[in-house]
């Protein structure tokens, strides 16, 4: 198949950006679609051009690394999936094909593709963590906790961080992203002990950061390659709620 | 975090706007009550606004609540408006297919029912508390100066109710979430009641222009 590239590209982010074409001929329709920008930088090499600069890392959508804009949706257009898990047979021979950074203030571009998602990190360091004390691993059956909440949690743990819900946001707002984190502590025992402080630090480093408002469209849930669901974003906002309840009754 | 931290960080002004809405819908639903008389007839009506008036003091305390719900909404809509603007960087390619239209053009319909409320409050408010000059409540309502009998007053009436139960729409859902009902034993009875709001209410109040300010007339 052959296909019409268009991407995005930008020295830095003291730089200004603009999309460029690219023709790409014979592609394999079996071929992964980092397999196809492999196969440009190739051919950019040995033109002896700047080859486009994309992250990636396991290339088994487990990792987070890897994500952008394919024709205005994060990781393209097969539903739960990442970039990297994104196949040629997805598009039609001729198609064209627009690829940008995922969009937002708060992640500025680094080049190209590849976008700084760095505001994430800190919003994990800020509080997304348990404080246990290291030391010999205890019975496994010493806390129990029940399936349905051991599911939940696992859920919302399978977030990879990469990102797409910021992109798909009209707002870039990371709520889908921060409502993970704060769901898979607060839904198991571990978690218990730091549950109020942990959601009043990641909320004020979301908001530190710069991203959005949610404005509870859905967007960020219908594009997330790990299937993070909208009930996330409405724990996160219970336990916002039920934090300040309880600092503000008793303190007085 | 201090009460105001709460109120200003993105999640608080976003519980501010669930609760001012939701408080504001409430009244909507006993302002539709009071509207359903005109159908009963004009004793009827004017009986029951004069309660109203007779209750004085406490109608003012009422409305001076109302009134500020509405600023507190509109303010904080405005300003989450703007600052979701500043998180957002221009895009090539941005899709919008996941977006609900009614969620992205709350900003929008929020304004055109503000528009709607400042008018409303200049005519039917500002004549049944000041400028009655001699008529009926019942008379205003349905004259043709600022009631029903005029076409272009009624018109404008029913767009910005469909509006509003447009904006309701995204706002019902937008506040399950907000106040974390999402998720909880009571989604689905919050859900079924918020359907009341969005549709069967606003259409409850757009009757009234469709029946007395057209229907009337031709039947």
């Known amino acids: 198949m052959n296909i019409n590239l268009k991407i995005w590209r930008q020295k830095s982010n003291k730089t200004e950006g603009k999309l460029h074409k690219y023709r790409l001929e014979n592609v394999d329709p079996n071929i992964s679609f980092l397999e196809m920008l492999d196969i440009l930088n190739n051919k950019l090499i040995k033109e002896q051009q700047d080859p486009v600069a994309f992250d990636h890392d396991c290339r088994e959508g487990i990792c987070g690394s890897c994500g952008f804009m394919i024709n205005g949706r994060p990781h393209g257009p097969q539903k739960a999936t990442t970039v990297c898990q994104l196949h040629m047979r997805s598009f039609n021979d001729e198609d064209d094909i627009l690829l940008e950074p995922f969009r937002a203030k708060s992640f500025g571009v680094i080049k190209d593709l590849s976008v700084d998602r760095q505001s994430f990190d800190r919003i994990i360091s800020s509080a997304g963590f348990v404080s246990v004390n290291t030391g010999e691993a205890g019975e496994a059956n010493q806390i129990p906790i029940d399936k349905s909440n051991a599911d939940e949690a696992f859920l919302s743990a399978a977030c990879i961080g990469c990102g797409a819900c910021v992109a798909a946001c009209k707002n870039s707002s990371a709520m889908l992203f921060t409502s993970a984190k704060v769901s898979h502590l607060a839904l198991l025992p571990q978690g218990e002990k730091e549950k109020k402080e942990r959601v009043n630090k990641m909320v004020a480093t979301m908001d530190a950061e710069g991203f959005g408002a949610c404005t509870n469209t859905g967007a960020c849930s219908a594009e997330c390659p790990k299937e993070i669901g909208q009930t996330n974003i409405a724990r996160l906002n219970r336990e916002f709620i039920k934090a300040q309840a309880s600092n503000l009754f008793e303190k007085k | ?108 319909t929020g304004s055109v029912i503000f528009i709607f409320l400042a008018t409303h409050w200049a005519t039917f408010w500002y004549k049944f508390n000041y400028d009655l000059q001699g008529m009926s409540y019942y008379e205003v309502v349905l004259g043709d100066e600022v009631g029903f009998a005029n076409p272009f007053f009624s018109v404008f009436y029913i767009i910005a109710i469909a509006l509003l139960g447009y904006h309701l729409k995204h706002g019902f859902s937008s506040a399950g979430q907000t106040l974390g009902i999402v998720g909880t034993e009571y989604e689905k009875i919050y859900n079924n009641l918020s359907v009341i709001f969005w549709f069967w209410i606003p259409l409850g109040f757009i009757s009234i222009p469709v029946w007395f300010g057209f229907l009337v007339r031709i039947i």
């Not at chain 2, 302002?31 to 406490?58: D, I």
Request: overall charge positive.
């Open chain 2, 1 to 108: 975090m201090s009460i105001f931290q709460i109120l200003t960080s993105s999640i608080g002004r976003k519980i501010l706007m669930a609760i001012t809405g939701l408080l504001l819908s409430f009244f909507m639903a006993f302002h539709l009550l009071g509207n359903l008389f005109l159908f009963v007839g004009e004793a009827a009506f004017n009986g029951y606004v004069e309660k109203l008036h007779k209750l004085g003091f406490l109608i003012r305390i009422a409305e001076f609540f109302l009134l500020a719900f509405v600023l507190s909404h509109a303010y904080n809509g405005i300003l989450l408006w703007w600052e979701n603007r500043k998180a957002k960087e221009k895009t090539e390619s941005y899709s919008k297919e996941n977006t609900p239209s009614s969620a992205r053009y709350a900003a929008f």
